[in-house]
Nanobody
Framework: QLQLVESGGGLVQPGGSLRLSCVAS????????ISWYRQAPGEEREVVSC????????NYVDSVKGRFSISRDNAKNKVDLQMNDLKPEDTANYYC???????????????????????WGQGTQVTVSS
């Protein structure tokens, strides 16, 4: 069974940076779209970014464009989310999710529906506060 584990969260001041990692075990990520989601207390879960299986295409929610960057290293079975110029509104628990691309193709400008995800990580907390 594919399993995902996130890491890299923490407490950071506004304007600071964090790099989140999503590492897979059980199966290679070579054929999976990886999406990053976040959820703050009392808020609905929202997709932040996603990356195609090959890494050739990426999508970002408007609120993080220009600040966040998603990347992957399939040889290491890992997907990272570099988060720069962090803002208090970025505070949330961040999750990664894997979607089998042969079943759900990557579409430029959109991320896969969360219902299509094959696996989810347990989350890593990001807190942006002075």
């Amino acid at each position: 069974q594919l399993q995902l584990v996130e890491s890299g969260g923490g407490l950071v001041q506004p304007g600071g940076s964090l790099r989140l990692s999503c590492v897979a075990s059980g199966m290679t990520l070579d054929y999976y779209i990886i999406s990053w989601y976040r959820q703050a207390p009392g808020e609905e879960r929202e997709v932040v970014s996603c990356i195609s299986a090959s890494g050739g295409m990426t999508n970002y929610v408007d609120s993080v464009k220009g600040r966040f960057s998603i990347s992957r290293d399939n040889a290491k079975n890992k997907v990272d989310l570099q988060m720069n110029d962090l803002k208090p509104e970025d505070t949330a628990n961040y999750y990664c999710a894997a979607t089998f691309q042969p079943r759900v193709r990557f579409v430029q400008g959109q991320c896969p529906p969360d219902k299509e995800a094959e696996a989810w990580g347990q989350g890593t907390q990001v807190t942006v506060s002075s």
